[in-house]
């Protein structure tokens, strides 16, 4: 199962954007281009206030200088992860592209009217939904799920738009590091890491 890394790619200094959202950017942009599936999916990682960790494959929903975002029922167990020890990791994995973003950084509840402006874009199934399921609780079976959701649609039949609920919502993982891996062949890999230092940005090279 071993896989040698192409030789003629690279990451290096010169190369690299100034800001780390310039370099997320284009990136995305080659992911995206490349026609890779679900290029915003990302893994993210968590802890519970005892530091045992847990993750799960979310979708991006939007970055800026201030930080990536993606939505969540709260009183999951991201969500309440987050609450208790508001720290998370981020992984881009572009396999095909023989790359990743591997983000680290604290994590705070993003507005609540860009909450309920992107819950508004959202199909009406999965507004409806993100009201039916208590996300991560235990189900007997699949029939409890499909009843809960019948009970929402009924609910909410004749509500247009139908409001975000209110343990739903936006969180932001403001990076403290940003690394940008490319793969090297005799996994001699580039990994390029902007790290927050006070209020500025240094670039470091770390070994692979």
Do not use: C
């Amino acid at each position: 199962m071993r896989h040698e890394y192409a030789a003629d790619t690279g990451l290096v200094e010169a190369d690299l954007a100034a800001q780390w959202h310039t370099q997320f950017d284009r990136w995305f942009a080659d992911a995206v281009a490349a026609g890779l599936p679900e290029p915003n999916a990302m893994v993210v990682g968590t802890a519970d206030a005892q530091g045992r960790p847990s993750a799960r494959t979310v979708l991006l929903k939007g970055y800026d200088p201030a930080g990536f975002v993606f939505f969540t029922n709260h009183r999951s167990r991201k969500g309440v992860e987050a609450a208790v020890n508001p720290y998370a990791s981020l992984v881009f994995p572009w396999f095909p592209m023989q790359r990743q973003v591997i983000v680290a950084g604290r994590v705070e509840r993003i507005d609540r009217a860009e909450t309920e402006a992107y819950f508004a874009s959202r199909p009406r199934g999965s507004r409806l939904g993100a009201w039916a399921s208590a996300q991560s609780s235990v189900l007997p079976d699949r029939a409890a799920l499909d009843e809960a959701y019948r009970a929402v649609a009924e609910r909410f039949a004749d509500v247009d738009p139908i409001p975000a609920p209110p343990h739903w919502g936006g969180l932001r993982v403001r990076p403290d590091s940003v690394e940008f891996w490319q793969g090297r062949a005799s996994r001699l890999h580039d990994r390029l890491r902007f790290r927050r230092d006070a209020d500025d940005w240094v670039v470091e090279r770390l070994a692979p």
